[in-house]
């Protein structure tokens, strides 16, 4: 059972609790669950209603439920196409949560996720994060940061965690490449293209000026 020590407010005043539910026998991480109370009037009756929902989870973290950022991205995959997302989109959020996200920071408690995390994602999956060992297209990788970004909006808003760091990740841009200087096979036909160019367009204005 909570207590008032359990208790804890945020910026805005909402109560909310985050109570130490003992050890993951997976991942050996500790369990913190979060949940927020913005309806609660005063701490007596956030604190009735922590308690309310800390008796609904308690035996499941007693089975040690692991609350994994690959999962929880699934089942936002999952309301996603229940609200009606193409199936081709969901087909592309599964696989970039497959490929992309599980194989790095998939085993993470989304409330352990910062900044820094999402980049140094975006950063390896641009340098070598293709099946063929090449970089995955910047295009890609910013498809999966809005996703990215949508899912953690959902996550908050649906307590699974408490903080959104997506609002201070940027979306991955192309590098800049480099410009090709021309051999002097290449300089010398773009040359004469341009020459055949104004000629034809001399030729046209004499014709006018007739």
């Known amino acids: 059972m909570l207590s008032r020590d359990d208790l804890r407010r945020r910026a805005d005043g ?6 130490y539910l003992g050890t993951n026998a997976v991942t050996g991480k500790p ?36 609350q994994r950022l690959g999962d929880l991205l699934m089942r936002y995959v999952d309301f996603r196409e229940a609200e009606g997302v ?17 194989p790095y920071i998939g085993d993470m408690d989304p409330d352990d996720v910062r900044p820094v995390t999402v980049g140094g994602l975006y950063n390896a999956l641009m340098l070598r994060g293709a099946r063929d060992g090449g970089g995955v297209a910047p295009s890609t990788v ?22 959104n760091p997506m609002l201070s990740v940027g979306h991955p841009r192309a590098a800049a490449r480099e410009a090709a200087a021309l051999s002097a096979a290449d300089f010398r036909r773009v040359s004469e293209a341009i020459g055949r160019m104004l000629r034809k367009s001399a030729e046209g204005r004499d014709v006018f000026a007739r």
């Open 142 to 163: 910013t498809g999966l940061h809005w996703m990215l970004s949508g899912a953690w909006k959902w996550m908050v808003r649906n307590d699974a965690c408490a903080c």
């Open 31 to 66: 369990l913190r669950p979060y949940k927020s109370f913005p309806e609660a009037a005063d701490a007596d009756e956030a604190l009735a209603m922590a308690n309310e929902w800390y008796a609904t989870i308690a035996t499941a973290a007693e089975l040690g439920v692991p």
């Open 14 to 19: 909402t109560f909310f609790v985050r109570p």
């Open 86 to 102: 193409s199936p081709n989109t969901a087909r592309a959020y599964r696989a970039w949560v497959r490929n992309y996200v599980d």
